[in-house]
T-cell receptor, first 114, second 114 residues
């Protein structure tokens, strides 16, 4: 099992550019999440999904969009990148909503907007 | 909304000393999870606590969940250099349908001097 795979690992964007952060999992998890991590600020939830075709906003959704067409994939779209979106982005998945097995995180995408 | 505060933000110890990080929620939690993130890595699930007053141990790590289910702690006995990293608590609010969403604390960065 590969677990949760994120691509790319690193990316530099210019202000106003757009990009998609890819996330795929091979554990057949229904629940998937996107977090951003800023230094000293912990992890903030951007969007989450409870299954294919169902997504909802988290704590900090502005400037981002998501889709969930399959159980495996949960891409995060950045439109009109801004310096405030410089961060490390983590995708995660879980087996059940009660979290008995915890979240499985991907290795992250380090994004710099200049 | 729910807030999870974690202290201290940083902790520097000599190898062999003990370490404790504390987590406090603004609301009652249904459960709390703990994660470890090595420098440059991604969060890795350590454990989940569910019951009021619950205590769990993993080798040198002891996890506690408060009686009111609003606070938790992680204690490491006789730290080793392999314990270096950031320790996060993450809580799930009690009641309602939360779809497994976790609110993360800011994390405690632990450095261990050999």
């Amino acid at each position: 099992n590969a677990g949760v795979t994120q691509t790319p690992k690193f990316r530099i964007l210019k202000i106003g550019q757009s990009m998609t952060l890819q996330c795929t999992q091979d554990m057949n998890h229904n629940y998937m999440y996107w977090y951003r991590q800023d230094p000293g600020m912990g992890l903030k939830l951007i969007y989450y999904s409870v299954g294919a075709g169902i997504t909802d906003k988290g704590e900090v959704p502005n400037g981002y969009n998501v889709s969930r067409s399959t159980t495996e994939d949960f891409p995060l779209r950045l439109e009109l990148a801004a310096p405030s979106q410089t961060s490390v982005y983590f995708c995660a998945s879980s087996y059940d909503p009660s979290g008995n097995y915890g979240y499985t995180f991907g290795s992250g995408t380090r994004l710099t907007v200049v | 909304g729910q807030q999870v505060m974690q202290i201290p933000q940083y902790q520097h110890v000599q190898e062999g000393e003990d370490f404790t990080t504390y987590c406090n929620s603004s609301t009652t939690l249904s459960n709390i999870q703990w994660y470890k993130q090595r420098p440059g890595g991604h969060p890795v699930f350590l454990i989940q606590l569910v019951k009021s007053g619950e205590v769990k141990k993993q080798k040198r790590l002891t996890f506690q969940f408060g009686e009111a289910k609003k606070n938790s702690s992680l204690h490491i006995t006789a730290t080793q250099t392999t314990d270096v990293g950031t320790y996060f608590c993450a809580g799930r609010g009690a009641g309602g349908t939360s779809y497994g969403k976790l609110t993360f604390g800011q994390g405690t960065i632990l450095t261990v001097h050999p």
